[in-house]
């Protein structure tokens, strides 16, 4: 039976990056490939990566990361998922205490983990103990950091905005939308403190200088809130003033501006 799906989403010429863990009889790699242009498959260890037993490669013809997510899902053949960039380092302790804990609490439907940067340091501030998610704790979530239940995420017919995340015009928020839909949809969500992966410095989250940076964020907040949109980005924006630009910035952000 296999246990877990490591789904990779990546281009045409970084295919050969992705470095998955060992090989396991109970875990397979699944690689998106986004290739709107057709090109070669490249990268550092594509003759490496070609060699596993245990791969599976679907090909994209148009961009999008949350495109990708819902291909993974499509095709995962495991009892669970955590998605993945071509630069993220599993740590395979970690994904063995998350299966641990999704088959002991049948109830969750996504464990949302933590990483790490190559430093070893966590990358941003986790809580320190297990904790239920909700739309108002889930913001931050990266995808690697996620780990989901297949068959009850497609039961309940959930999957990535396509119009949010890396390649779309709103380059974020597609891991926190897909979260909060899939509260909505009735599903159980929960934070363990388990380092899943390790992740480099930068990632699209940390940007916030531009108006696009702006503007992607109230997006998330108004497919997220609705009417209400308005107001959660007024308590979240007061904490961020200062990676927003200032107050002015901070009241065009509040207004979706």
Not at 64 to 71: D, E, F, I, P
């Amino acid at each position: 039976m296999i246990k877990l799906t490591l789904g990779y989403s990546t281009l045409a010429d970084r295919v050969g990056n992705i470095k998955p863990p060992p090989e396991r009889l109970d875990w397979r790699v699944t690689v998106i490939i986004q290739n709107p242009e057709n090109m070669a498959w490249r990268g550092e260890g594509l003759a490496e990566l070609f060699t596993r037993t245990d791969l599976e490669i679907h090909e994209l013809t148009n961009l999008g990361v949350a495109k990708s997510r819902n291909q993974a899902i499509w095709h995962c053949k495991g009892e669970y998922l955590i998605f993945s960039d071509d630069d993220i380092e599993f740590n395979e302790a970690g994904l063995e205490e998350a299966v641990r804990f999704l088959d002991e609490n049948p109830e969750y439907s996504l464990l949302l983990g933590q990483a790490v940067d190559p430093a070893g340091k966590l990358r941003k501030q986790y809580p320190k103990g297990r904790e239920e998610l909700t739309k108002y704790n889930s913001a931050r979530a990266a995808t690697y950091e996620m780990v989901i239940r297949v068959e009850a995420v497609r039961q309940l017919g959930v999957w990535f905005d396509e119009r949010f995340g890396a390649g779309a015009k709103n380059y974020l928020g597609d891991e926190y939308i897909f979260i909060v839909d899939l509260l909505s949809a009735g599903a159980k969500a929960v934070f363990m403190p388990i380092t899943l992966a390790t992740h480099p410095f930068e990632s699209s989250g940390s940007r916030w200088g531009s108006k696009k940076d702006r503007m992607a964020r109230a997006s998330v907040f108004d497919r997220v809130f609705g009417s209400k949109a308005a107001m959660v980005r007024f308590g979240f924006g007061l904490r961020r003033i200062k990676e927003l630009g200032g107050p002015l910035k901070f009241l065009l952000f509040v207004f979706g501006r």
